[in-house]
């Protein structure tokens, strides 16, 4: 039977963890701010799944220690983690380059006041035609100012495709990012240009990091507690093809409106894979490790992988192989409905 394993986050934990990110926005100083969850196993009656108990480290000094030994191309750029931010006295804005991040488990929680996260949903308070993408680009806001006081001035999308956008066009995530460069919390280059997203790992991107997007706090998401072992959460939301344009009319959850689970009228979300998965022999010849590729999968691409369950939140951190046949979840293949964050300004 499958495992959903969520973090739970007690109104005590979450607490703490805004007074942590004040100090470290305020004081410029590492805290270690370990959030812990009781342990937890419920009956998802809706979806069939069942969550249970994992922890994660959001402390500035866990990600400090993530960066050591990035050896990628970040020769030049600021380290962040940790230290309070530059910023420009006229407009409030963080000099440090920090405009990419995956939204971690912890702060979709917290924002969407459920320990399953938003699902398919993300409106977040707004109303009316592109509501779904203007909900999530608040998200992407909300959480950089959590980790960077003032970045959320620097106007972050989220990295989805829509049907139809505020204007009734079709919407495509690679359209709606800027034209770069972006960084990581702990500066570390993403990718120098549109064009350099468009690849199953975008071109030139840190080597520290290409194989493991990092958190708002620069963390790898694959392993976002490093007193713990990794987990399988690597899907990621997009409703978007490998060239970064709408995947389907059918792969966006009702373009980010809807997390029910009706399969009917939601359809399916198209995934991308912040962490790719290589399978034995497929594509790198000789029975040796290569991009996961069969079919309309592409286990390897952070934009376009595969299609998930369904829409409704869930959260899956235990590896059980690909999205489960019985499930209507973001989640069930490795995954809680997280998404990517881009900054119009580095």
Request: net charge negative; with cysteine; glycine share 16%.
């Amino acid at each position: 039977m499958k495992t959903h394993r969520s973090l739970p986050l007690s109104a005590s934990a979450a607490l703490s963890l805004a007074l942590a990110l004040i100090v470290v926005g305020c004081a410029g100083a590492s805290n270690d701010d370990d959030t812990a969850a009781d342990a937890s196993t419920t009956e998802d009656s809706a979806s069939g799944s069942t969550s249970g108990e994992s922890t994660s480290d959001a402390s500035t000094d866990a990600s400090t220690d993530a960066s050591a030994g990035t050896g990628g191309e970040s020769d030049g750029s600021s380290s962040t983690s940790g230290t309070s931010s530059d910023t420009d006295t006229d407009t409030g804005i963080p000099s440090e380059p920090f405009s990419f991040f995956v939204t971690s488990l912890e702060s979709l929680q917290l924002l969407s006041g459920s320990q399953e996260g938003f699902g398919g949903d993300l409106r977040y308070g707004e109303e009316g035609p592109g509501a779904g993408l203007r909900g999530a680009d608040k998200i992407c806001g909300e959480i950089a100012e959590m980790s960077m006081p003032g970045a959320s001035k620097k106007e972050w999308r989220a990295f989805l495709s829509a049907v139809s956008g505020e204007d009734g066009q079709q919407v495509d995530a690679i359209d709606r990012v800027g034209e770069g460069p972006w960084y990581d919390r702990l500066g570390r280059l993403v990718a120098d240009n549109k064009a350099n997203l468009i690849d199953d790992r975008p071109v030139g991107m840190d080597t520290a990091i290409v194989d493991d997007f990092p958190n708002e706090w620069g963390v790898p998401n694959h392993q976002p507690d490093p007193n713990q072992p990794e987990v399988d959460n690597h899907d990621m939301l997009t409703g978007t093809n490998d060239q970064g344009e709408l995947y389907s009319a059918t792969a966006t959850c009702l373009d980010w409106t809807s997390n029910l689970g009706d399969l009917g009228s939601e359809g399916k979300p198209r995934v991308g894979h912040s962490w790719p998965r290589y399978m034995m022999g497929g594509g790198g010849g000789g029975g040796g490790m290569g991009p996961g590729m069969m079919g309309d999968v592409n286990s390897a691409n952070w934009m376009s992988a595969l299609t998930e369950s369904g829409c409704a939140p869930g959260v899956s951190l235990i590896e059980m192989g690909p999205p489960q046949e019985d499930s209507v979840t973001v989640g069930s293949g490795g995954g809680y409905g997280g998404f990517y964050c881009f900054a119009l300004n580095p």
